[in-house]
């Protein structure tokens, strides 16, 4: 197992370099330092996968480590001649103020809630070392194909194999031979080893971001959800793609959110949104879904605040980062991936009928409704129908929050705020025309796939709602690369 960690390491230099290249001064604080590492480590992993499938094209995937090490020193180069004679800004003051008995007990109980996730991950892993359904049918599956085939890759995605949906795209499967190919053979338990990395980057991007962004209580109390959510957590464990999906959402997100501060307003955190957005579209179908809708909202909004000359020039910084992902992406489905199912299986004929079944639209509503109060706890029972999942952790804790906490929007946060919240609402509307438009038994396609896709967007969900939440305790603004902070006021309504 020493060489496949020793892949996910150089995906991590790589990462940082990147970070440094196009985020050089994160601020002082600890919370900037680790969202750079976060932040880094998973899109160094998606670049790493890019990579590997370039070396793939050529015919040079014996040589990939060899790419990552020239990759690594090329970007290193540049970063050095670029700060060579200068200092790094360092300005910026560690958030959170002094350490108060409240944030002690929220820092305690986010300790004990990340080992019971940690021994729920094992137990998990265990029990299912290979994953679940989807995990060993078509991610492993493809990262088995793909290594064993050697030269002759590109035969699996002509195979027939419709059940495994070899139209999906390849970065964990990937990610996960490019470990393999470190070591010269197969590590079973590499892939449960990616799901674990994936699941602690989102929490650890989520929380670094929100103290870095809103302060420490703001950032524990959203890992607290993030981490007392079973499903999530079940999600890592059973190494399906949506929790690297969540990543890379979040990650353009958050970036987006850095954009927007004034200390950020350079084009470097642009385009690693768009990258991010981009590795999302490179990672699962419904990425590039994500990609559309978040340049999109990025260019509308921007033009509706700012006018459409700002609104062009940062939407170009953005697309920067995402169409050499998004080319390497049309590449594969156009030249390589087969049909997908649903493109397949789509008919004309029947697509009147379906836009117009009022009673098709009720089935969804209801089916988004119900899971909108339980994806948390879990994927339904097929064979008992759609129905609650009754737990503690759902939209209704985070409002209850809301309620008693009070909403404070920053004014610097107000334009990312719009976008990230329009971004998720035209996700969801996405989704739903899928499913208006799915040749799939609709109801079973409701209860197979809806929670996965909820579970998608809640990271992103959360740091949304966690940016408006009022502080339950007075703390100093974290204002990365100012070095000032000033008193935080309650919010109306806030304990």
Known sequence: MTLPILSLIVALMIGLLLTGLFWPS?????????????????????????????????????????????????????????????????????????????????????????????????????????????????????????????????????????????????????????????????????????????????????LAALVLLRGRTQGCLAAMVLTGTPFFIAMGASQFADVPLAFFILSCMVMLFIAARPEGRAAGPLVLAGMAAGLAAWTKNEGLLFALVAAGSLLGITAGTSGWRRALGRTAGFLAGALPVLAVVLYFKLRIAPANDLVAGFGWAALGDKLFDIHRYAQISKAFFITGLSFTQGLFDVRTGMGLNPGPVNLLVVAAYLFLAGIRIERTDRTALTQGATVLILMLAGYFLVYVLTPLDLTYHLMTSLNRLFIQLWPGILLTLFMIAGAPVDAPDPLPGTGKGKPRRKAKGSK
């Open 26 to 206: 994160p601020g002082r604080g600890a919370a900037g330092w680790l969202l750079r590492v976060f932040l880094g480590w998973g899109l160094g992993i998606g670049v790493t996968s890019l990579l590997y499938f370039l070396c793939l094209l050529a015919g040079l995937a014996r040589y990939a480590a060899a790419a990552d090490i020239a990759l690594g020193l090329i970007m290193g180069l540049i970063l050095f001649i670029r700060r060579r004679g200068e200092r790094e800004a360092l300005n910026g003051t560690a958030v959170g103020g002094e350490r108060t008995p409240l944030r002690s007990w929220i820092a305690g109980v986010l300790a004990v809630e990340l080992a019971a996730s940690l021994a729920s991950f094992l137990v998990a892993v265990l029990k299912e070392p290979h994953g679940r359904w989807d995990a060993w049918l078509i991610w492993n599956m493809h990262a088995r194909f793909l290594f064993r085939s050697g030269s002759g890759w590109r035969e699996a995605f002509a195979g027939g194999q419709d059940w495994s949906h070899w139209d999906y795209p390849l970065m964990l499967p990937l990610s996960i031979v490019r470990g393999w190919s470190y070591a010269g053979m197969e590590e079973g338990l590499f892939p449960a080893v990616m799901g674990l990395l994936f699941t602690v980057l989102v929490l650890g991007l989520l």
